[in-house]
């Protein structure tokens, strides 16, 4: 049986054109970028190409690029590495981030406050998954520390206005930090055009390497480094740098920035296809999240008395891998919190269901998925009443 591979969401495989640039680094390039000697220029020198090739994608100075170990380690420095110098400085406390953001961010939050004595304030998003520039308005003020809003959230794709939200919290001298780490396969991400002052990203998201990521910090940014040690990513982040991995990253970047509007027109109509039929053919059925603020490649739906993650063992027994928004706890699944945020309730947020293209997705592949999955889910309906 052929394994179709359709949660590109959840990681993308590395881009054989990023392995080979990544490749030397790995054996007779092997220095490391701190050492004085010429192994270590050929190495510094690799990397140093790698921040330009960021900041030249995201339009910025190399040096306001700090290269990390993850999308999530990226959220964690902006998060606990901006808090703090901000409240020493300016003593403000609040954190303001929304209830649709990835656990990198909510729970790196919620520790700020349970242990550091931050106070958060989760903004509420709307019924399409998106958090409102007015809902931002509502709550800022010049006490807040920093505002970290998502750019296109992962579980239901939905891209939020993150230039009107960087703009009120400017207004109101408060730092923007967004999570990118969806949006970097797809959309621009111009710091200049966002007008953030801090920006997530991580490599595996668009074929390029898991285990590395990138932080865009606005110069003039306080940032308290969460790595102490070496000198290494200008005092921001200590550690050997990782030098194929970065390597590998910003030739990722690179080409997904040139490469964008293709693959764009490559899932958009496969997406489009999904979603028209599934809501055509299978009842009690609904798209979850916006249906033209979305990413590109991202299908994602919510059904009815229906059990997401038996639906995923299904798929996966017919030879699907796809992927659910609920986190199943042994014997008792949970609708996950973004299908609460956007109004489920669990008869509805149980039986969601994402489905992410990429560049290996073909027509045939989505023809197949679509002539399977309404037994698919009528299966998982019966499957839980009975
Ligand atoms: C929106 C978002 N933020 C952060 C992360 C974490 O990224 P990483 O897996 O590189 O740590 C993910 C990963 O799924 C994500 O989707």
């Given amino acids: 049986m052929d394994k179709i591979y359709l949660d590109y969401a959840a990681t993308t495989p590395l881009d054989s054109r990023v392995l080979d640039v990544m ?5 007779n390039k092997f220095g490391n970028p701190s050492s004085v000697h010429r192994y270590g220029q050929q190495a ?27 999308g999530s380690e990226s959220d964690n420095l902006a998060l606990r590495g901006a808090a703090f110098p901000r409240r020493e400085n300016t003593g403000a406390m609040r954190i303001i981030t929304s209830k649709g953001e990835h656990h990198a961010v909510s729970k790196t939050a919620e520790q700020l406050e349970k242990y550091y004595g931050f106070k958060v304030e989760w903004l509420q998003l709307d019924s399409f998954g998106m958090v409102t520039p007015e809902s931002v308005e509502n709550v800022i003020a010049a006490d807040a520390s920093i505002v970290s809003v998502m750019y296109a959230n992962n579980e239901i794709g939905t891209i939020n206005p993150i230039q009107k939200i960087a703009e009120i919290c400017h207004q109101h001298g408060v730092l923007f930090h967004s999570d990118a780490v969806q949006a970097g396969a797809y959309l621009p991400v111009d710091v200049q055009e966002l007008g953030v002052d801090l920006l997530s990203l991580g490599g595996h998201k668009f074929y390029g390497p898991k285990g590395v990521g990138a932080l865009y910090v606005r110069k003039g940014t306080p940032l308290l480094p969460m790595l102490t040690g070496g000198g290494q990513e200008f005092g921001q982040r200590a550690g050997t740098h990782n030098v194929p991995y970065i390597v590998g990253f910003a030739e990722a970047l690179r080409l997904a920035a040139h490469e964008r509007n293709e693959r764009a027109i490559h899932v958009k109509p ?24 979305r990413l590109p490649q991202h299908a994602s739906f919510a059904f009815k008395n229906a059990d997401g993650n038996l639906l995923l063992t299904l798929l996966d027994a017919a030879g699907f891998a796809c992927s659910s928004g609920s986190a199943c706890k042994t014997g008792n699944p949970e609708p996950s919190e973004v299908m609460a945020a956007i109004g489920l309730s669990p008869d509805w947020g149980l039986g969601s269901l994402r489905i992410t293209l990429g560049e290996g997705t073909l027509p045939s592949h989505i023809e197949k998925l679509l002539n399977i999955l309404p037994q698919l889910v009528q299966q998982s309906r019966e499957l839980i009443q009975g």
């Fill in 23 to 27: 490749l030397p680094y790995f054996s």
């Fill in 44 to 70: 510094e020198a690799a990397v140093d190409s790698a921040r330009e090739t960021v900041a030249t994608v995201l339009n910025c100075h190399p040096d306001e690029i700090v290269f990390t170990s993850c």
């Fill in 270 to 293: 496969l997406r489009d296809q999904i979603i028209g039929t599934v809501l055509e053919q299978i009842p009690d059925t609904i798209v979850t999240g916006h249906l033209e603020r």
